[in-house]
C-alpha cells in the first residue's frame, strides 16, 4: 500500500526580512472535507502498515488489563462531614464518584471496603452514587469530567463536562437530596467552579475565541448565565485567569498570571461589603501565590514568591494590600531548594520542594508562637516522586500524600504530624504476581555538550543491565518547567517484561533542577533541551545500556517538539521515534496571535512576530522547518483532530513534509484520533488500546515484536 500523498500549494510570507513557504499550509482547516479525506486516508495506511503487529497489539491490551484491578475505589478523602472516593468497574470505560458520611468526628481513618468487592455492590457501608459518568457519557464518542465541587451544606453538587474534546466545559448542579438537576447550566467554562462560602453562588472562569481564561464570573443559583456578574476581566493576552477558595474557607482568590508575573485578589467572606481586593500590583517578572494561615494567632497569608531570588520564598503578609517589599521572610530563599508549593493547616504547613532533582515534602509544624519545628518526611527509595493531595480539610491532623516510583506503584498514605507516624493506606494493586524487588531503578548522569550534568532515571527488569546493552525507551518532556519525575506505568511492564529498559531524560526546561534548569532550556537557550537529550541517548549508548539499533525516542506535546528536533539532528542516534500531538510546526503557531495558547506563550519561546531574534531561534531548530533529506528513522506521529493545544495540522504537515524530502527508510505514520482532544481519546479501554498500539510499534523498533 502506498502512503497517502499530500498535495503542495505553497503559500508564502516574509518576516523580518526572510521569506518561508509552507506547501502545507491547507492541511489546518479540520472543515475543509479534503483536509479529512487526507487524515483518514492516513489513518487507513497506517492501519495497513502495521497490520502484521495486530496480534501484538491485543497481546498488550490484554496485559494491561490483566494487571488492573478494574473494580477498584481510590482511598476516601474526608470533606465536610463525608468521606468522599472515586470508583471504577469492570467493564466500564469511566467510574463514578461517591460518598458516605463520617461516623466518628474524631476518628481520621479513612473506611476500608471488603477485599471481595464486586461491581454490582456498594463499596462501603452508606454508599451515596454522586455521579455516574459512564451514565454521562452514554451517546458521545469523548467524555471528559472538567471538575465537580460539592456545596458547603453537602446538598448539592456542581460539575463540568466536555463532549468533544475542546476543553470548553458545561456546569449543571445536581441536586443530591433529589438526584434531579437545577436549571442553571453555564457554558464556555474553564474546568469547573468555585462555591461561595453560603452555597448561594458559583464562581468560574471563560474562554476567549483564543482559548484563554480571561473573565471571572459570579452566578447566583436560579438565574441565566446572561445575568451573571462579570467580576474580573484581564485585558493583557499574556495572562490567564483562575479563581478558588482558600482551604480555611474564608478567602475567594482571584488570580491572574502569565509565564513570568502573577497578580491575586481575594473576596474576605467574612466582611464581603469590601469586594475583589487587590492584594500586590503585579509586577514584571515577579511570580507569587497565596495560601491563608493562621500564625500564632494572627490570619496572615502565606506568599510563594520569587521577589528574593529565583527558587522562591514562603513569607508572611497582612491581610491587605501589601508591596513585596513589606513581606516578611519565613522560609528563605535556598539556591539549593526549589519551593514549589506551601499548603497551611489549623496545627502545620506542608511545603512542597526539590532539591538535587528529587521532590521533598517538608512539614513545619505550627505552636503558640509560630512555626515549632521544621523537617522533611524521610524515604529510602533512590529515586521516587512524593507529594500531598487530597488535603481539603483546614482542621485535620494528617497529611494525605502520594508516593511513587519507577518501580514502585503509586501508593497514598497517612502522615500523622503529631506523632509522625507514616501509615501506608494503599498501594495501587498491579495483578499477576507482581513484585517491585524484581526491577531496579538507578538514577544516571549525562554530561551535556556545554559541561551541564543532566539526570536520568532508568528502570528494568533486575539482572537485565549487568548481561549487555538493552532495548531501551528514552522519554523526555522540557518545557514550562514541567518536571518529568519517576512515576509507575502499568502498560510499562509489557516493555520491560520483554527485556527493555525504560529511561527518563530530566532535559534542561524541566523543572527538575530548580528554577535556573527551566530558564536555561526556554527562549534562546531551547536548543539546550535538544542537546540534553541527544547527550543523554549517547550516555546511555556509551555506558553500554543501550545501542542506536535498539533505542526508541517519545515525547508528547512540547515533549514531541524535542523528539522532532532531535530527529533533525541526531536521526543516526534512534531506532525509532513516537511523537505524540506534538508541538512540531512551532513558528507558524506563535507567528499566529490568533491561535490558542500562542500570545501567552511568547514568555516560553519568544513572539516571532515582533522580535527578528526570536524568529531566527525558532526557525533555527523548529522540526516542521528544519525537515532535511537525509535519513531518519522510522516515526509515528500521533493527533487529535479536536486538540486546542496542539493544532492536529501539526503533525500532519510534518508527516507529509517529510515524506516529500527524506531520503532512505522513509518509514513514517500518521495516526489521527478523530474524536478527541490533547489528551488523547477518553475511556480507559480505549485509553489502554491506544497505548497498546503505540508499545507494539515501539516493540517491532526494538526487535522484540517475535
Same mark, same amino acid.
Given at each position: 500500500?502506498?502512503?497517502?500523498?499530500?498535495?503542495?500549494?505553497?503559500?508564502?510570507?516574509?518576516?523580518?526580512?526572510?521569506?518561508?513557504?509552507?506547501?502545507?499550509?491547507?492541511?489546518?482547516?479540520?472543515?475543509?472535507?479534503?483536509?479529512?479525506?487526507y487524515l483518514e486516508a492516513e489513518n487507513a495506511y497506517t492501519e495497513a502498515r502495521t497490520a502484521h503487529l495486530a496480534d501484538l497489539r491485543q497481546a498488550v491490551f490484554e496485559e494491561i488489563k490483566a494487571r488492573t484491578q478494574e473494580t477498584d475505589l481510590s482511598v476516601p478523602t474526608r470533606n465536610n462531614g463525608?468521606?468522599?472516593?472515586?470508583?471504577?468497574?469492570?467493564?466500564?470505560?469511566?467510574?463514578?464518584?461517591?460518598?458516605?458520611?463520617?461516623?466518628?468526628?474524631?476518628?481520621?481513618?479513612?473506611?476500608?471496603?471488603?477485599?471481595?468487592?464486586?461491581?454490582?455492590?456498594?463499596?462501603?457501608?452508606?454508599?451515596?452514587?454522586?455521579?455516574?459518568?459512564?451514565?454521562?457519557?452514554?451517546?458521545?464518542?469523548?467524555?471528559?469530567?472538567?471538575?465537580?465541587?460539592?456545596?458547603?451544606?453537602?446538598?448539592?453538587?456542581?460539575?463540568?463536562?466536555?463532549?468533544?474534546?475542546?476543553?470548553?466545559?458545561?456546569?449543571?448542579?445536581?441536586?443530591?437530596?433529589?438526584?434531579?438537576?437545577?436549571?442553571?447550566?453555564?457554558?464556555?467554562?474553564?474546568?469547573?467552579?468555585?462555591?461561595?462560602r453560603d452555597g448561594e453562588e458559583l464562581y468560574y472562569a471563560t474562554l476567549d475565541d483564543s482559548w484563554r481564561p480571561d473573565r471571572i464570573w459570579r452566578h447566583r443559583l436560579g438565574d441565566v448565565q446572561s445575568d451573571d456578574e462579570l467580576i474580573f476581566a484581564e485585558p493583557d493576552a499574556r495572562f490567564w485567569?483562575?479563581?478558588?477558595?482558600?482551604?480555611?474557607?474564608?478567602?475567594?482568590?482571584?488570580?491572574?498570571?502569565?509565564?513570568?508575573?502573577?497578580?491575586?485578589?481575594?473576596?474576605?467572606?467574612?466582611?464581603?461589603?469590601?469586594?475583589?481586593?487587590? =492584594?500586590?500590583?503585579?509586577?514584571?517578572?515577579?511570580?507569587?501565590?497565596?495560601?491563608?494561615?493562621?500564625?500564632?494567632?494572627?490570619?496572615?497569608?502565606?506568599?510563594?514568591?520569587?521577589?528574593?531570588?529565583?527558587?522562591?520564598?514562603?513569607?508572611?503578609?497582612?491581610?491587605?494590600?501589601?508591596?513585596?517589599?513589606?513581606?516578611?521572610?519565613?522560609?528563605?530563599?535556598?539556591?539549593?531548594?526549589?519551593?514549589?508549593?506551601?499548603?497551611?493547616?489549623?496545627?502545620?504547613?506542608?511545603?512542597?520542594?526539590?532539591?538535587?532533582?528529587?521532590?521533598?515534602?517538608?512539614?513545619?509544624?505550627?505552636?503558640?508562637?509560630?512555626?515549632?519545628?521544621?523537617?522533611?518526611?524521610?524515604?529510602?527509595?533512590?529515586?521516587?516522586?512524593?507529594?500531598?493531595?487530597?488535603?481539603?480539610?483546614?482542621?485535620?491532623?494528617?497529611?494525605?500524600?502520594?508516593?511513587?516510583?519507577?518501580?514502585?506503584?503509586?501508593?497514598?498514605?497517612?502522615?500523622?504530624?503529631?506523632?509522625?507516624?507514616?501509615?501506608?493506606?494503599?498501594?495501587?494493586?498491579?495483578?499477576?504476581?507482581?513484585?517491585?524487588?524484581?526491577?531496579?531503578?538507578?538514577?544516571?548522569?549525562?554530561?551535556?555538550?556545554?559541561?551541564?550534568?543532566?539526570?536520568?532515571?532508568?528502570?528494568?527488569?533486575?539482572?537485565?543491565?549487568?548481561?549487555?546493552?538493552?532495548?531501551?525507551?528514552?522519554?523526555?518532556?522540557?518545557?514550562?518547567?514541567?518536571?518529568?519525575?519517576?512515576?509507575?506505568?502499568?502498560?510499562?511492564?509489557?516493555? &520491560?517484561?520483554?527485556?527493555?529498559?525504560?529511561?527518563?531524560?530530566?532535559?534542561?526546561?524541566?523543572?527538575?533542577?530548580?528554577?535556573?534548569?527551566?530558564?536555561?532550556?526556554?527562549?534562546?537557550?531551547?536548543?539546550?533541551? =535538544?542537546?540534553?537529550?541527544?547527550?543523554?541517548?549517547?550516555?546511555?549508548?556509551?555506558?553500554?545500556?543501550?545501542?542506536?539499533?535498539?533505542?526508541?525516542?517519545?515525547?508528547?506535546?512540547?515533549?514531541?517538539?524535542?523528539?522532532?528536533?532531535?530527529?533533525?539532528?541526531?536521526?543516526?542516534?534512534?531506532?525509532?521515534?513516537?511523537?505524540?500531538?506534538? =508541538?512540531?510546526?512551532?513558528?507558524?503557531?506563535? &507567528?499566529?496571535?490568533?491561535?490558542?495558547?500562542?500570545?501567552?506563550?511568547?514568555?516560553?519561546?519568544?513572539?516571532?512576530?515582533?522580535?527578528?531574534?526570536?524568529?531566527?531561534?525558532?526557525?533555527?531548530?523548529?522540526?516542521?522547518?528544519?525537515?532535511?533529506?537525509?535519513?531518519?528513522?522510522?516515526?509515528?506521529?500521533?493527533a487529535s483532530l479536536n486538540d486546542t493545544r496542539v493544532l492536529f495540522t501539526e503533525p500532519a504537515k510534518w508527516v507529509a513534509k517529510l515524506r516529500a524530502t527524506a531520503v532512505g527508510r522513509r518509514d513514517f505514520l500518521l495516526r489521527t484520533e478523530m474524536a478527541a482532544g490533547h489528551g488523547g481519546v477518553s475511556?480507559?479501554?480505549?485509553?489502554?488500546?491506544?497505548?497498546?498500539?503505540?508499545?507494539?510499534?515501539?516493540?517491532?523498533?526494538?526487535?522484540?515484536?517475535?
Amino acid at each position: 500500500m502506498q502512503p497517502p500523498v499530500a498535495a503542495r500549494r505553497p503559500v508564502s510570507a516574509e518576516h523580518h526580512g526572510q521569506t518561508r513557504a509552507d506547501d502545507y499550509a491547507w492541511l489546518a482547516d479540520k472543515d475543509d472535507p479534503e483536509v479529512i479525506a487526507y487524515l483518514e486516508a492516513e489513518n487507513a495506511y497506517t492501519e495497513a502498515r502495521t497490520a502484521h503487529l495486530a496480534d501484538l497489539r491485543q497481546a498488550v491490551f490484554e496485559e494491561i488489563k490483566a494487571r488492573t484491578q478494574e473494580t477498584d475505589l481510590s482511598v476516601p478523602t474526608r470533606n465536610n462531614g463525608y468521606w468522599y472516593y472515586a470508583r471504577s468497574f469492570e467493564g466500564k470505560e469511566y467510574g463514578a464518584s461517591c460518598r458516605v458520611p463520617v461516623r466518628d468526628e474524631t476518628d481520621w481513618t479513612p473506611p476500608a471496603p471488603a477485599e471481595d468487592l464486586g461491581p454490582d455492590q456498594p463499596a462501603l457501608p452508606g454508599e451515596e452514587l454522586l455521579l455516574d459518568l459512564n451514565q454521562l457519557a452514554e451517546g458521545h464518542d469523548f467524555f471528559a469530567l472538567g471538575g465537580s465541587s460539592v456545596s458547603p451544606d453537602g446538598h448539592l453538587l456542581a460539575y463540568g463536562t466536555d463532549t468533544t474534546g475542546d476543553e470548553r466545559f458545561t456546569v449543571r448542579v445536581k441536586d443530591l437530596r433529589t438526584g434531579d438537576l437545577l436549571t442553571d447550566e453555564l457554558t464556555q467554562v474553564a474546568g469547573g467552579v468555585t462555591w461561595s462560602r453560603d452555597g448561594e453562588e458559583l464562581y468560574y472562569a471563560t474562554l476567549d475565541d483564543s482559548w484563554r481564561p480571561d473573565r471571572i464570573w459570579r452566578h447566583r443559583l436560579g438565574d441565566v448565565q446572561s445575568d451573571d456578574e462579570l467580576i474580573f476581566a484581564e485585558p493583557d493576552a499574556r495572562f490567564w485567569v483562575g479563581v478558588g477558595r482558600s482551604r480555611s474557607k474564608r478567602f475567594l482568590m482571584v488570580a491572574a498570571g502569565s509565564k513570568t508575573t502573577t497578580e491575586y485578589r481575594f473576596l474576605d467572606f467574612d466582611a464581603p461589603e469590601r469586594g475583589l481586593q487587590l =492584594f500586590c500590583e503585579r509586577q514584571e517578572g515577579v511570580e507569587y501565590s497565596l495560601e491563608h494561615a493562621i500564625l500564632a494567632g494572627e490570619d496572615v497569608f502565606l506568599v510563594l514568591h520569587n521577589a528574593t531570588g529565583p527558587d522562591f520564598e514562603i513569607s508572611t503578609a497582612p491581610i491587605t494590600l501589601t508591596a513585596s517589599n513589606a513581606w516578611r521572610p519565613l522560609v528563605a530563599h535556598d539556591p539549593e531548594v526549589r519551593l514549589e508549593s506551601v499548603d497551611a493547616f489549623v496545627g502545620h504547613l506542608v511545603v512542597h520542594q526539590r532539591s538535587n532533582g528529587l521532590t521533598q515534602l517538608r512539614i513545619l509544624e505550627l505552636g503558640e508562637e509560630g512555626v515549632a519545628d521544621d523537617y522533611l518526611v524521610e524515604f529510602d527509595q533512590e529515586v521516587y516522586t512524593v507529594g500531598a493531595g487530597g488535603n481539603p480539610a483546614f482542621d485535620q491532623p494528617t497529611v494525605r500524600l502520594g508516593y511513587v516510583s519507577l518501580a514502585v506503584p503509586s501508593s497514598v498514605y497517612d502522615y500523622d504530624v503529631r506523632s509522625r507516624r507514616l501509615q501506608l493506606l494503599r498501594r495501587t494493586p498491579v495483578l499477576g504476581g507482581y513484585d517491585p524487588a524484581d526491577y531496579e531503578e538507578h538514577r544516571l548522569w549525562a554530561t551535556a555538550e556545554d559541561g551541564e550534568r543532566v539526570p536520568i532515571s532508568v528502570v528494568a527488569r533486575k539482572g537485565l543491565p549487568a548481561e549487555g546493552p538493552l532495548p531501551l525507551l528514552l522519554y523526555g518532556y522540557g518545557a514550562y518547567e514541567h518536571s518529568l519525575d519517576p512515576y509507575f506505568a502499568v502498560a510499562r511492564l509489557s516493555l &520491560l517484561d520483554r527485556g527493555a529498559a525504560f529511561a527518563l531524560a530530566h532535559v534542561r526546561g524541566g523543572g527538575e533542577l530548580g528554577r535556573r534548569w527551566y530558564d536555561d532550556g526556554k527562549l534562546a537557550a531551547k536548543q539546550n533541551s =535538544f542537546s540534553d537529550f541527544v547527550a543523554c541517548a549517547r550516555h546511555l549508548i556509551d555506558s553500554g545500556w543501550t545501542t542506536p539499533d535498539r533505542m526508541v525516542a517519545e515525547g508528547a506535546s512540547a515533549g514531541g517538539l524535542l523528539v522532532g528536533a532531535v530527529a533533525n539532528q541526531a536521526p543516526e542516534l534512534f531506532a525509532g521515534i513516537v511523537a505524540d500531538v506534538p =508541538f512540531v510546526d512551532a513558528l507558524t503557531s506563535m &507567528l499566529d496571535a490568533s491561535l490558542p495558547l500562542t500570545v501567552t506563550e511568547y514568555d516560553e519561546w519568544g513572539n516571532p512576530e515582533a522580535d527578528p531574534e526570536a524568529y531566527r531561534t525558532i526557525r533555527a531548530y523548529a522540526p516542521y522547518d528544519n525537515v532535511a533529506a537525509i535519513d531518519y528513522p522510522p516515526i509515528l506521529a500521533e493527533a487529535s483532530l479536536n486538540d486546542t493545544r496542539v493544532l492536529f495540522t501539526e503533525p500532519a504537515k510534518w508527516v507529509a513534509k517529510l515524506r516529500a524530502t527524506a531520503v532512505g527508510r522513509r518509514d513514517f505514520l500518521l495516526r489521527t484520533e478523530m474524536a478527541a482532544g490533547h489528551g488523547g481519546v477518553s475511556g480507559r479501554y480505549q485509553a489502554w488500546r491506544d497505548r497498546a498500539f503505540a508499545l507494539a510499534w515501539m516493540l517491532d523498533r526494538m526487535g522484540l515484536a517475535s
